[in-house]
């Protein structure tokens, strides 16, 4: 394949990395002969000028080609929603209707793009909230594993909403406002639930479901910058840890199927509170003989807080029926 076919195609992915699944549905497909040749196209430099000249002469119809076919590699990762901000602009280069991405969202009302990368983020962090269930831990000391993750999702949505408040300050203040049990039963406390055969773990739907309550609670309180009576927090929290149990259903299988993919994302996050107790690369996971499931994919007046350097990853506060669980479920 031409080479200035094969960096508009790649070009999402210049200065990434491609899981082992992706080398080799790239190889294949771009009939790309070597690891070394690929990582030669990956390395190029994210010129937008260059790719722009290379686009005008391209048809419509193959730009629509390319980026789908993109938009396919991208989706093989299972965090792959976290690159959906880079698709959208590589849509506008291509000059794509929003009709002709796949996208089931405008991607050129940015109302509709903010709330795509809000519901990646709570997805994303509950499926990792979720995997830790699956995973025992020495008891209580390991009460401020999910602290960190929980903290990296919170500054991602109120930096998403424009929020300057301190992801800590947030989480005493949900404490405090919904009152200590119920926050608390979704985190602490069920980090001493023992689980036969297991050992002590977190019960995966509380996990899940808490860290999904948490996401949509901290974009309401951003959207009306902390003034939230402390009657709508709870009914927010309560309605949505509900709906949190509902999407760990469906997405059990997958969370299970993805473990080991899921728990070591948590490992990026280990170490933002190097403060606190968080989680120990040494310990080692068990062997879940329990269940059996294919690898495969799945069908108070805010302070102001400092800057934090953080990494986004976007589910909804209502139900609904866009939820999947294949290869795109993000």
């Known amino acids: 394949m031409d080479k200035d ?3 508009v195609i790649l070009y999402p992915f210049f200065g990434g990395s491609l899981n082992a699944k992706q080398r080799e549905y790239v190889k294949t497909n771009l009939k790309i002969a070597t690891d070394a040749e690929l990582d030669e196209i990956l390395a190029g430099e994210a010129d937008e000028e260059k790719l722009s000249k290379i ?5 419509s119809p193959d730009r629509i080609k390319y980026f789908a076919l993109a938009k396919s590699i991208s989706e093989m990762d299972t965090f792959a929603g976290a690159s959906s901000a880079k698709m959208i602009k590589y849509a506008k280069l291509l000059g794509l209707k929003s009709t ?9 009302d940015d109302e509709a793009v903010r709330t795509n990368e809000f519901e990646t983020i709570v997805k994303n962090f509950s ?16 009460i401020f ?13 109120f930096r998403l909403y424009d929020f300057e408040f301190d992801a800590k300050e947030f989480l005493k203040t949900a404490g405090a406002t919904l009152g200590a049990g119920v926050v608390f039963r979704f985190t602490s406390k069920l980090l001493c639930n023992f689980v036969p055969f297991l050992g002590w773990a977190i019960n995966s739907s509380v996990a899940f479901a808490g860290c999904y309550a948490i996401g ?10 902390g003034a939230v009576s402390a009657d709508s927090l709870k009914d ?4 949505a840890a509900d709906d949190g149990k509902i999407e760990f259903a469906k997405l059990k299988d997958f969370i299970l199927a993805k473990k080991e993919e899921l728990i070591n994302e948590l490992k990026k996050y280990s170490g933002c509170c190097k403060n606190e107790e968080t989680f120990y690369e040494d310990k080692e996971e068990p062997t879940d003989t329990r269940n059996s499931v294919k690898d495969e994919e799945p069908p108070s007046t805010p302070k102001k807080r400092k800057s ?16 999947k669980i294949d290869s795109d479920f993000i």
Not at 127 to 142: K, R, T
Request: proline content about 4%; glycine content about 6%; charged content about 25%.
């Open 308 to 323: 934090t350097k953080n990494t986004k990853t976007s589910t909804t506060e209502e139900k609904g029926d866009n939820h």
């Open 100 to 108: 002709e991405t796949g996208f089931d969202f405008d991607i050129y």
């Open 145 to 157: 594993i999910l602290t960190p993750l929980q903290i990296v999702m919170i500054n991602s949505i």
């Open 127 to 142: 499926l990792i909230s979720g995997a830790v269930g699956f995973i025992p831990f020495v008891p209580v000391s390991d």
């Open 55 to 59: 686009i005008e002469n391209i048809s």
């Open 236 to 239: 927010i929290f309560e309605k």
């Open 5 to 7: 076919i094969l960096t």
């Open 216 to 225: 949509i609670v901290a974009r309401r309180y951003a959207e009306e910058k």
